[in-house]
């Protein structure tokens, strides 16, 4: 469920070995490895040896998390940059909301590179090389909202569809029996085609037929409700409050309230859902300032889980004909996630299918290297997949090597899930 590292055996003592893998060496138990030999290559997580792979398999792993930054003088990097980078590894200080604008606002690729690899040094003292895999399911595009940025919304004229019970079932059989999943993501508009019973039932059903962590993703729905689905055996709830920004929310959101939004996560938060919440980044109107004060919400609130990716639009929407600049809201995409990291050493962010939108070829690579720590693959059932356009162009491809590499089977990988990211 988690990305395994490669290593070679170089020794083997009473059931241990001490692998290599470049600079990094590591002592893990091989117990589960049928006749290891040194020399052998093996993908271990958390000290335990899952299997063995070729070298061809184990450059190719190597190849996903190499770091690929530019080399650097630092003599010329910004005053102010080696002050705040000081600040925090060597005096262990918080940033200030004005230096997290500073680093927000950086632009420079000399000076974000540098950023870029500070935050993802920290990720690895903390996390190591621990990388998440969730699967999304999409289950229903029909939305009661008219929110102006999303192509879901109620009044665009897009293919609707919803999913049976049995078609969520038949998805989530798929992903946790033949590919691994662990973490299942369910996510749809504010449809109440579905009643609270109706989603309470499905994830029953779930808990009762599958071994998996449930995250639901439905929106504002009650804290009766909320309360439920987590008795019912959901253990996260990904819920965006979009933007800390009162005016910015209610310009987006018609006929919503900013109040009632932050109220209905604190009644998530207190049923103790393992919350993924955020902005997005780059909507009209929007400051550093404003994505400042988004960080500094999700560090109050205590958010285990980062969920906030680049604003981007959608045809039939009132912000279609509005401007954008790719290359400028993956600059502030990448910076977003770092200067999240620096803040916030022990938060999982997951590299969002927006920021994958923005460069399909490099984006995981460059989320991870930023400081994320988390990936998710769309496995809405092919039939259903194009029609959720919450934005253009939507990038869903998986690539095989990862879910190769990241989803594996046994009790180990539930450990490791148990133990990392402490859901219940």
């Not at 893990?28 to 000290?47: C, F, M, R």
């Not at 063995?52 to 450059?59: D, M, S, V």
């Not at 200080?93 to 000076?111: A, G, P, Q």
């Not at 055996?233 to 959101?253: D, M, P, V």
């Amino acid at each position: 469920m988690c990305l395994t590292i490669p290593g070679k055996i170089k020794s083997i003592n009473n059931g241990f070995a001490i692998v290599e893998n470049g600079k990094r060496q590591d002592k893990v138990n091989i117990e589960l490895i049928s006749d290891p030999q040194i020399g052998d290559w093996v993908l271990h997580a958390t000290n335990l040896a899952i299997h063995k792979i070729n070298e061809t398999e184990a450059r190719e792993i190597i190849d996903l998390l190499e770091e690929k930054y530019p080399k650097v003088d630092t003599e010329k990097l910004p005053e102010r940059f080696k002050e705040i980078i000081i600040k925090l590894k060597v005096k262990k200080e918080e940033l200030t909301k004005d230096e997290i604008i500073y680093l927000l606002s950086l632009n420079e690729s000399d000076v974000t590179e540098t950023l870029y690899a500070e935050a993802n040094t920290l990720r690895k003292d903390v996390l190591e090389d621990f990388v998440c895999i969730h699967g999304i399911i999409e289950f229903s595009n029909y939305c009661r909202n008219n929110c102006l940025y999303c192509g879901i919304r109620k009044d665009s004229k897009i293919k609707r569809y919803r999913m049976s019970k049995d078609e969520i079932l038949e998805a989530i059989k798929t992903a946790v029996e033949d590919e691994g999943y662990k973490l299942i993501v369910l996510q749809s508009g504010e449809d109440y085609g579905y009643s609270d019973n109706d989603l309470l039932e499905i994830i029953r059903e779930i808990k009762k037929q599958f071994r998996v962590f449930i995250f639901i993703s439905v929106g504002e729905r009650s804290g009766d409700f909320y309360r439920k689905a987590r008795d019912a055996g959901a253990s996260g709830s990904l819920f965006r409050f979009e933007t800390s920004n009162e005016k910015i929310y209610q310009r987006l959101h018609p006929e919503h309230s900013f109040k009632e939004r932050l109220a209905c996560l604190q009644s998530q938060i207190d049923s103790k859902y393992y919350i993924a919440s955020g902005g997005l980044i780059g909507l009209p109107g929007q400051t550093e300032k404003n994505l400042a004060e988004d960080l500094l919400l999700v560090k109050r609130l205590g958010i285990p889980m980062l969920s906030a990716g680049p604003y981007l639009k959608a045809d039939e929407t009132p912000l279609a004909k509005e401007s954008e600049d790719m290359t400028e809201k993956l600059r502030l995409a990448l910076n977003y996630i770092a200067v999240a990291r620096l803040m916030m050493p022990n938060i999982k962010i997951p590299v969002t299918t927006a920021l994958e939108t923005l460069d399909n070829e490099n984006g995981r690579h460059r989320g991870l290297l930023a400081g994320a720590n988390a990936l998710m693959f769309n496995i809405t059932p092919a039939k259903y997949r194009d029609d959720y356009g919450i934005y253009d162009h939507k990038y869903i491809e998986r690539e095989k090597v990862w879910q190769k590499y990241g989803l594996f089977k046994g009790e180990e990988s539930w450990e490791m899930i148990e133990d990392k990211l402490k859901i219940e």
